[in-house]
T-cell receptor, first 111, second 112 residues
Framework: QKEVEQNSGPLSVPEGAIASLNCTYSDRGSQSFFWYRQYSGKSPELIMSIYSNGDKEDGRFTAQLNKASQYVSLLIRDSQPSDSATYLCAVNGGSQGNLIFGKGTKLSVKP | GAGVSQSPRYKVAKRGQDVALRCDPISGHVSLFWYQQALGQGPEFLTYFQNEAQLDKSGLPSDRFFAERPEGSVSTLKIQRTQQEDSAVYLC??????????FGPGTRLTVT
């Protein structure tokens, strides 16, 4: 069974710090990787996608992918209280495109 | 532009009732996915449509669950004879291809 693992947290960081969120996946054949942000009571919001090894930066967010280690991470620079949410790692589960999600890491940014 | 919309946003059903949940995807998105999210868990895949064709229904938990997208746009997820374990948030997502999926606000189903 294909699995995606994340630390559930909570991860607490002070405002302005770097938050580091990590995810591992079991299927070595996975090709597409996504980070979603989910505020309490809301639906997941796509914030980053990454398809090849290395880093991808978008504003304060950097996604990092290492396929050899089956590891994907999300860095949030200059963390803000508004970044407080649950971050879901998702991996493409097959040729049809269904996503396999981790349970999410709850991030709390303290002012 | 308009995002994915879902209705109703909240649904309370008595055990044994049938429910129908609607999803209106982003215009032009050929791929449509249904997921179920239990409290404290990540979304779990239910079924996938490409246009009107249901290409994968491997995640549907039982034959009480049925989904359709007859004209390749709006989709309906139907749950027959609801059970308490069906209580969850049902999320619809659409995508231009099969990669980046955009979620609707979800329907919170409570079975009493």
């Amino acid at each position: 069974q294909k699995e995606v693992e994340q630390n559930s947290g909570p991860l607490s960081v002070p405002e302005g710090a770097i938050a580091s969120l990590n995810c591992t996946y079991s299927d070595r054949g996975s090709q597409s990787f996504f980070w979603y942000r989910q505020y309490s009571g809301k639906s997941p919001e796509l914030i980053m996608s990454i398809y090849s090894n290395g880093d991808k930066e978008d504003g304060r967010f950097t996604a990092q992918l290492n396929k050899a280690s089956q590891y994907v991470s999300l860095l949030i620079r200059d963390s803000q209280p508004s970044d407080s949410a649950t971050y879901l790692c998702a991996v493409n589960g097959g040729s049809q495109g269904n996503l396999i999600f981790g349970k999410g890491t709850k991030l709390s940014v303290k002012p | 532009g308009a995002g994915v919309s879902q209705s109703p946003r909240y649904k309370v059903a008595k055990r044994g009732q049938d429910v129908a949940l609607r999803c209106d995807p982003i215009s032009g998105h050929v791929s449509l996915f249904w997921y179920q999210q239990a409290l404290g868990q990540g979304p779990e895949f239910l079924t996938y449509f490409q246009n009107e064709a249901q290409l994968d229904k491997s995640g549907l938990p039982s034959d009480r669950f049925f989904a359709e997208r007859p004209e390749g746009s709006v989709s309906t997820l139907k749950i027959q004879r609801t059970q308490q374990e069906d209580s969850a948030v049902y999320l619809c997502a659409s995508s231009l291809n099969i990669n980046e999926q955009y979620f609707g606000p979800g329907t919170r189903l409570t079975v009493t």
